[in-house]
């Protein structure tokens, strides 16, 4: 499907979601409004007039949160620390150096499974068990021990993202790496190929598709990874440190509008890639 094509299936489900979040604000901020709508006289204007604009509600409208993105955002300086986009910086400097360690990583190991039967017969399973170890259980416990030996905030905080970004890598270059089918193998060991002739010219050509699909799962949970480290240190930048000040002074605003803004920033991250393996697949000779 062309991207003109999904315009318009796109707008209509964020329409319907809006309507829906608009209408679930009213009993969600009930507590706090009812006894505002009673002294005003009831009626449906005052219950969507107090239901949308409460100063610290328990949901907030879709258009406080787009208010408190724009004043945090495009109000005040990005270099201060009231403006999203330095909080947003600190936690994508920690996002993309785990990213990219993490998608080294998978794709060593990717290489040494499918040329060493040994690695993979020890190695497959406990790349895989490790994904069943909760982030937030084992994130502290790191994020504590790694600071007491000095090294940079973004460094410890980049190790959390690099081990959840790391597995899909590693998987999806393993089926990579795999995909060439039995006969282009068989013709490069008729041409006297060596493992890595193999590797180089026939192997990481055929992956580079698993790799990018790969590799936008891998971002976005790069940026969730880079959050939750943030959370257990008492940052004092980043989205995780937004969002946990918000929770301390029950500024639920503050906790939408980063959250938002993190989810923006995903978006774009995992479009970027998108643009990069378009180009890439234009290269490599495919149609357009």
């Given at each position: 499907?062309?991207a ?26 009930s507590?706090i ?17 107090f239901?949308w ?157 698993f ?32 969002l ?9 605003l ?35």
């Amino acid at each position: 499907m062309t991207a003109r094509g999904t315009v318009w299936p796109v707008t209509v489900v964020c329409l319907v979601l809006i309507a829906v979040w608009y209408l679930a604000a009213i009993p969600m901020n009930s507590v706090i409004t009812a006894p505002k709508i009673a002294a005003a006289g009831g009626g449906l204007w005052n219950t969507l007039s107090f239901s949308w604009n409460e100063t610290r509600p328990v949901l907030p409208a879709p258009h406080q949160v787009a208010q408190e993105i724009w004043n945090s955002v495009f109000m005040v300086a990005p270099w201060k620390v009231k403006s999203l986009l330095y909080h947003l910086w600190v936690t994508l400097s920690s996002t993309l150096a785990g990213f990219v360690q993490g998608t080294l990583l998978g794709i060593l190991l990717a290489i040494g499974i499918v040329h060493v039967r040994s690695l993979e017969k020890s190695l497959m399973p406990w790349i895989i068990a490790s994904q069943t170890i909760p982030i937030l259980a084992i994130a502290p416990m790191i994020i504590v021990v790694l600071g007491k030996t000095g090294l940079p905030d973004i460094v410890t905080k980049s190790i959390i993202s690099t081990y959840l970004c790391f597995f899909p890598v590693a998987i999806g270059m393993v089926k990579g790496l795999r995909s060439p089918d039995k006969l282009q193998l068989d013709l490069m060991r008729t041409y006297n190929a060596s493992a890595w002739d193999v590797l180089w010219k026939l192997r990481l050509p055929a992956s580079v598709p698993f790799l990018f699909a790969s590799l936008k799962v891998s971002v976005a949970i790069a940026l969730t990874g880079a959050i939750v480290a943030e959370l257990p240190t008492g940052a004092v930048a980043g989205i995780g440190a937004r969002l946990l000040q918000g929770s301390y002074y029950g500024q639920t605003l503050q906790i939408w509008a980063a959250l938002f803004v993190a989810a923006f920033a995903a978006a774009a991250l995992v479009w970027l890639l998108g643009r990069l393996e378009l180009i890439n697949a234009r290269r490599m000779g495919a149609a357009p």
